[in-house]
């Protein structure tokens, strides 16, 4: 079954991280660029991250640099999301996705990209 699973989120007061992971079964996470994104209550969804597949850097969205990073674990077919000084307004679901090629923070997608289900996560004091 192809499929993304994100797991990891939580709640944690500020200035505490998470990590978030994506595993991706039935395909190889290696052949995609990896955006990350979230949705907060009220909000759309925004992209934050991508990384990429054939250079290996990480773009941010100017909110979470400096703060947020990605990383893979090829052998895990797995996709990490270091979180650290958490803010409140970090809340959101977390969702991963394949695509193509990284358009800055942004991964370029098409109808056969991937979307994991999302994983939820709160800071709060």
């Known amino acids: 079954q192809v499929q993304l699973v994100e797991s990891g989120g939580g709640s944690v007061q500020p200035g505490g991280s998470l990590r978030l992971s994506c595993a991706a079964s039935?395909?190889?996470?290696?052949?995609?660029?990896i955006g990350w994104f979230r949705q907060a209550p009220g909000k759309e969804r925004e992209g934050i991250s991508c990384?990429?597949?054939?250079?290996?850097?990480?773009y941010l969205v100017d909110s979470v640099k400096g703060r947020f990073s990605i990383s893979r674990d090829t052998a895990k077919n797995t996709v990490y999301l270091q979180m650290n000084s958490l803010k409140p307004e970090d809340t959101a679901i977390y969702y991963c996705a394949t695509g193509y090629y990284c358009s800055g923070y942004l991964p370029y997608m098409t109808k056969r990209d991937y979307w994991g289900q999302g994983t939820q996560v709160t800071v709060s004091s």
């Open positions: 039935g395909f190889f996470l290696a052949n995609y660029a």
């Open positions: 990384n990429s597949n054939t250079d290996g850097n990480t």
